[in-house]
């Protein structure tokens, strides 16, 4: 269910495939040697009595807990997506302000905590995690939300349910993960919303994003997608007609979509239960036809084949335009997009992330 990330796996991602890669390796390390564990952990008390700031740092990189590392890797994986769109080196400088910035918030949240409830807050969950969930700020604000389909008839489940879940189950990790959770969405607030111009503080120079895509990109830079196959042109061209028939799947779906948000929602008879609202198809289905029949050839006159009507020349279709042009896509590929999903914008941007 990780639509809205498109289907190129680790492409043109490297920062974000290096920070899957080392973390998980870093937490794999410290599981087989547990000796060292205890110089990774974000201990709160140690910094501040024993001025162990090297805590602050350690502590905040590598997870000791195996599930917060996969949930985190998950959630990295599916916020790739950010590095696509924005560049690598404006997604480094957005986790590098928010890790900063998080570093402050969690102490200050631990100091409120211990002034309201008389309780201190020693030992923190330990990973980079204050960062990965800064990033559901951008992800709740630019990634449309698209139906997929419906539990029971009334609970709908979209295209981000999946990546809330994964962030739920994060959260319920630990008994201050609430406290991280808090200090990562202030931080990522504060960074997208360039509160005191923070962005043009914390970010990654240019000379350091040239060292990196020099030295890390050949190393973390994954493969470029493409339909040519081993098996020779058969398999090749078995794949293209899959990739004509995912299309015209997309399209069918965008167009059913349109029709179901357009046409009222049925009544059921007073009196009587509907089952079909507890059993929701996802796909609507006509009825079998039988195939006509084929007329005589000298009866037979060549139908003008209809022509695809223009996307609207009005000002609400410009504007949409615009806004698809605003947010790095072509101009040909914004046309493309509208005309595919009826002007609907949201089904607009989402169609032109997956592709």
């Known amino acids: 269910m990780f639509t809205t990330t498109g289907s190129r796996g680790l492409y043109k991602v490297p920062l974000s495939k290096g920070l899957l890669l080392v973390l998980s390796g870093l937490t794999v390390m410290l599981t087989l040697l547990p000796q060292y564990q205890g110089l990774f952990t974000y201990n709160l008390q140690a910094i501040t009595t ?6 602050w740092a350690c502590g905040r990189l590598v997870c000791l807990d195996l599930k917060d590392t996969l949930c985190s890797s998950l959630l990295i994986y599916n916020f790739r997506i950010f590095e696509r ?19 402050l918030t969690d102490f200050l949240l631990a100091q409120a905590v211990y002034f309201l409830f008389d309780h201190e807050v020693e030992e923190l969950p330990t990973g980079l995690l ?5 990033l559901f700020v951008p992800f709740y604000l630019s990634i449309p939300r698209v139906p997929v389909t419906q539990v029971l008839g009334y609970f709908s489940i979209t295209n981000k349910t999946l990546v809330y879940i994964v962030g739920l189950q994060l959260l319920a990790s630990h008994p201050f993960m609430w406290l991280i959770t808090l200090s990562g969405l202030i931080s990522g607030c504060l960074y997208y919303g360039d509160v005191l111009w923070l962005q043009r503080v914390f970010f990654v120079p240019v000379w350091l994003a040239k060292m990196g895509r020099c030295v890390l990109e050949p190393l973390f830079s994954g493969p470029e997608p493409t339909s040519e196959s081993p098996l020779g042109m058969g398999a090749t061209l078995d794949i293209q007609r899959q990739q004509r028939m995912d299309l015209l799947d997309q399209q069918l ?34 009825p079998i036809r039988a195939p006509a029949q084929q007329a ?19 000002p609400a ?4 335009v615009a806004r698809l042009v605003e947010m790095g896509f072509s101009q040909i590929d914004a046309l493309e ?19």
Not at 50 to 55: F, I, S, T
Not at 317 to 320: C, L, P, T, V
């Open 50 to 55: 024993q001025q162990q700031v090297w805590r």
């Open 85 to 103: 769109r924005f560049g690598t080196r404006k997604f480094a400088s957005f986790l590098w302000g928010t890790w900063l910035l998080s570093a």
């Open 130 to 134: 204050s960062p990965i969930f800064s």
């Open 253 to 286: 779906l965008l167009a059913e979509y349109n029709q179901a948000r357009r046409s009222p929602r049925p009544q059921p008879q007073a009196g009587m239960l509907d089952w079909r609202r507890f059993f929701p198809s996802l796909r609507r289905r006509g």
């Open 296 to 314: 005589p050839p000298e009866q037979t006159q060549p139908s003008p084949q209809p022509h695809p009507s223009p996307l609207d020349d009005s």
């Open 317 to 320: 279709a410009e504007e949409q």
């Open 337 to 355: 997009a509208l005309g595919a999903s009826n002007n609907d914008i949201n089904m607009a941007t989402n169609y032109l992330l997956q592709h």
